[in-house]
């Protein structure tokens, strides 16, 4: 017995050591991604996206259930019935003392429903399009989120690297500045401008930091990264234009063809409509043949009477049809037209928005190559004006204000051509999305 006892002690600490490396090796996972890897994570494991992937599971489930309506109901019945009298004196012998057992089964199958089974059962297969639609947008809506944040990080960095750039020329204008006022030939003040200069770009570069922290830390969340986990995206920022191959109008036409929201507004029209013709239904006859089969006995608590057993079965065809609902039926299914008419009116009112989402995208996607362009040969120009700047310094023929001005121009053209590389691709992005096409990588 000892023996065991020393056997399950060993186990369970074997056990739980087992159980804690795993743990350590979960929490000191690390993760690496591209932006074409970091939406296919996402895509997999994405909660929203479960919950999509779930629900339309269900959807599959309800139009299995809905083959139901075309298939036959059994129904079976039992009852016990004891029955004592008082009575002093009884010659009707269903009223004495006995005790009474009953068991009848009912198949019923529906032959005529006024349409309802045929149109309950589209409406669910409606319901899983629809749902299978839902999960699609879902996809695309996720696609576009982490592409949105993902491009931030990379500006974010972008912005960093710029802000570190321009903090070491203000450092070496620093001391150039301090070297020249140590010797008389220039003012302290000069020192003070660059001093805060040199401050607001090291604020800047800490803004740009915690940018990208902020960031990543929303990336993990949408591709549901433990929180504890290590996540490296790579990637940089390209200043390679794209160019579409696509007219806006055949981005509009595609946008119809291949938006899934505007197909649910589309399979949203087809539900209330197979809701009107279930509610017509309810005014044809129901036509339905029915078996059934019953077994009673009876035991009297007296010899004076035989117990009796009965068993016996019947087959009917029955029709049920209701005249009159005091109007339920009629402005039930004024009701119906009414919403058919309200998600023809929301689908237009998508179409309409989305041609606007299209030309939106597509003008700041045209917008932002030029702004590219612009911002290279601003930022060129900058770059040129601080070396002229300096030179002309070091000769005794310019202003230290001058290079101050030359560097704040660098820092800020640099920001420009950052802000419209990110707005290219952002562009790209929010141009797919409109449209309704999958694009992993943007290219």
Request: one cysteine or more; a negative charge; hydrophobic letters at 35%.
């Amino acid at each position: 017995m000892r023996k065991w006892i020393i056997f399950l002690l060993i186990l369970c600490s074997l056990s739980m050591s087992y159980s804690g490396l795993c743990e350590d090796q979960s929490q000191g996972q690390s993760y690496r991604f591209d932006l074409e890897t970091a939406v296919q994570y996402g895509l997999a494991n994405n909660k929203g996206i479960h919950a999509a992937q779930s629900a339309l599971r269900g959807a599959e489930t309800n139009v299995k259930s809905a083959c139901g309506v075309f298939l036959p109901q059994v129904i079976t019945q039992a009852s016990y019935r004891k029955l004592e009298n008082q009575s002093a004196k009884e010659f009707n012998q269903d009223y004495l003392d006995q005790n009474g057992y009953t068991t009848s089964v009912r198949l019923s199958q529906p032959l005529f429903t006024g349409f309802y089974g045929i149109n309950f059962f589209q409406r669910s297969r409606i319901e899983r399009e629809i749902s299978e639609n839902r999960l699609n947008m879902a996809k695309l809506d996720l696609i576009y989120e982490i592409q949105q944040y993902f491009l931030a990080l990379l500006k974010a960095r972008e912005d960093y690297r710029s802000a570190e750039t321009a903090i070491q020329r203000f450092q070496l204008h620093l001391k150039s500045a301090e070297s020249y006022v140590q010797e008389g030939m220039k003012p302290y003040l000069w020192v003070l401008q660059v001093r805060s200069e040199l401050a607001n770009t090291e604020e800047a570069a800490i803004k740009a930091k915690n940018a990208e922290k902020t960031i990543s830390i929303y990336l993990n969340s949408l591709l549901n990264i433990p929180m504890d986990a290590h996540a490296t995206y790579e990637g940089q920022q390209n200043d390679e234009i794209n160019h579409l191959s696509f007219t806006m109008e055949e981005c509009k036409s595609k946008a119809l063809e291949n938006r899934p929201d505007i197909d649910v507004a589309r399979k949203n029209i087809d539900v209330t409509e197979k809701n009107v013709s279930i509610i017509q239904s309810r005014f044809y006859p129901k036509l339905s043949l029915d078996m059934d089969y019953y077994n009673q006995d009876t035991n009297y608590n007296t010899q004076r009477y035989i117990d009796m057993k009965r068993d016996y079965w019947s087959v009917g065809l029955n029709m049920q049809w209701v005249l009159f609902s005091g109007g339920q039926d009629y402005f039930a299914k004024q009701t119906a037209y009414h919403e058919v008419n309200r998600y023809q009116e929301l689908l237009q009112e998508l179409k309409n928005k989305s041609a606007v989402d299209v030309s939106q995208a597509y003008f700041l996607f045209e917008d932002a190559k030029e702004r590219i362009g612009s911002a290279k040969k601003a930022l060129e120009a900058a770059q040129e004006s601080y070396n002229l700047a300096t030179t002309r310094f070091e000769t005794n023929i310019g202003t230290s204000t001058e290079i101050l001005d030359a560097q704040t121009l660098i820092i800020k053209n640099e920001a420009g051509l950052n802000q419209a590389l990110t707005d290219h691709r952002l562009a790209i992005a929010r141009l797919y999305h409109a449209m309704g096409i999958i694009n992993y990588n943007l290219k």
